[in-house]
């Protein structure tokens, strides 16, 4: 098989922010108005600048957020939020963590405008802004958790937001695949992880709608397998089995600077494998079998890992295992066995050699795209001529 059988789409992420104000009224007030209650709007940044599925609006992803706050006034710091999940309605009745009790719903507190004057976005009991505060620090992590596990922690100030520690950890390997293997689809999927880490950029709102910016701070993974132009056979062309070998498995989070640098720390030896070993052809399904489809251009894989570097053992096909991480393909045409080895490294940039590196990062989603189908045998034919010795005569009398 020839390195070129392989090739690369990867892309970067896009944060797609957009702002709601709200018009503040500073006009004395006996009573609380909607503009002296602390409401939420959101967004989310997207994964890729692909698909429009990929969507910015947080409740396609997460129905409920999980809020904290601190207000200033001079040196006095007080705990506006802790812990509080937030919750988005279209309709004005219980929800599954804010107004789970009936009677209680959103116009209980909100007002019978709820549906207008706010963003969809609501808590329970209602916090006020403090006029007199010299200052808000909002900050809010999808998806809430009633007890966050691995434990949760947030605090005012830099580097505040940890999740889990050196001996409380994220298993990724309990993610979900959203391709559905191993029934495999043709779509790209957002939506439906277990554990789709999202941290909104801090917000210091005061007095008008809180805006909270989510972004994903874990990376997403795609792999889809097509069959090239180049296979002309009548044989079943059939991927028997796909391999994503070595990926870090467990780990802890510490915000850093920003949102896109890596903030994950990975467990040494954590590692776990994708195995899918599920047969599926791509052309040429026999009539025996009762699955007509043909999953050429199909998703195998579309999980959730962590952002990690990838260092490159050896590069091109290979016969083994190298010694890093790796994908193996092995597929069949007709009773044919194909197998290889590909350093997952050269996977993403073809052009590594031995010891170059690869970034998967942080907020970001990769897509290999597999294109399978060897160079068929062709035979030319020629024919040697005949050697012409010397011409020998006979007399016959």
Known sequence: ?????ITIIAAASMLAACYDNVKLNNDPEFQPTANDMIGFSTYSEKTTRAADANSVNLYDFYKTFDVYAWKNSGDDEQNVFNHVPVEYFTTDTQGTYVYKTAPAKPSTEWGASWATSFKGWFYQEIRYWDKLA?????YAIAPYEPTPSPALTIANGDSN???GNATDTYKISTEKNLAGYPTITKDKKYFGFNKDYMLADKSETKHQLVTLNFH????????????TDKYIGSQPFTIKKLDIVGLEDEGYFVYGTNMTTNGWTTKSGSKYDIKLDKDFILKNVP??????????????LQTLIFPQTLTCAAPGALK??????????????????????YDLAYVFDNTLIA???YDLEQGSEYTINIKVGPEPIVFEAN???WAVEDENGLDIN
């Open 134 to 138: 010299t200052g808000y620090n909002f």
């Open 383 to 385: 024919a040697s001529k």
């Open 287 to 300: 009539e025996s079998v009762e699955d007509k489809t043909e999953y050429s251009g199909y998703y195998w």
């Open 216 to 227: 994903h701070i874990l990376t997403k993974f795609n792999v889809m397998i097509t069959l």
């Open 320 to 341: 083994e295992a190298p010694a890093n991480k790796y994908l193996y393909i092995e597929y069949t045409i007709g009773t044919e066995i194909f197998r290889a080895y």
């Open 1 to 5: 098989m020839k390195k070129s059988i």
């Open 355 to 357: 010891g170059g590196t």
């Open 161 to 163: 937001i940890k999740i």
